[in-house]
């Protein structure tokens, strides 16, 4: 009696089955990872804004604290100005980076050299590239805000949001 080499339709069936399911045990996973990758990322970013902001205080004393984001960053080769600082990246000087939008501010309430910042973050597609917002204001702490609303645009915003534990 002779045999036909090869596979039936029902042991491919079992097989692609097989692979379907750890596709749908394995995919949720991968994209919580990816989400806490970005979110990892935005917080650092963020506190490397408020690092930039500190140095960029101390290098133009007269203005304060920097106006807006791209004030700390500038063109790949930088001569320092207060408009263009060449503190930080270029990527991250645009606003968005690894699925977040930041923001950075300088603000004064006399009118004079800014005296207080916010910087933050928050997802660009809140629950697929991230699930929180960070910011931090002149204090230097790291805030959370487990939410999806825009960044905080002020200090007030930012200071209502739980410290980082």
Request: include cysteine; charged fraction near 15%.
């Amino acid at each position: 009696m002779s045999r036909d080499r090869g596979f039936s339709l029902i042991e491919l069936l079992i097989v692609v089955a097989i692979i379907l399911i750890i596709a749908a045990v394995a995919i949720p996973n991968f994209l919580r990872a990816r989400i806490s990758a970005d979110e990892a990322s935005a917080g650092s970013s963020v506190r490397k804004i408020a690092t930039a902001e500190y140095a960029y205080n101390a290098s133009y004393p007269d203005v304060g604290f920097a106006v807006d984001l791209a004030s700390l960053g500038g063109p790949a080769a930088c001569s320092p100005t207060s408009a263009s600082a060449c503190i930080l990246d270029s990527v991250l000087t645009t606003g968005v980076k690894t699925g977040y939008t930041f923001l950075a501010a300088g603000f004064s309430p006399s009118g004079g050299a800014n005296t207080s910042f916010v910087t933050s973050s928050a997802p660009q597609n809140f629950n697929i590239t991230g699930v929180r917002n960070f910011c931090i204001v002149t204090d230097g702490v790291l805030r959370i805000d487990p939410g999806g609303a825009p960044p905080a645009a002020d200090v007030p915003t930012c200071t209502a949001y739980p410290m980082r534990q």
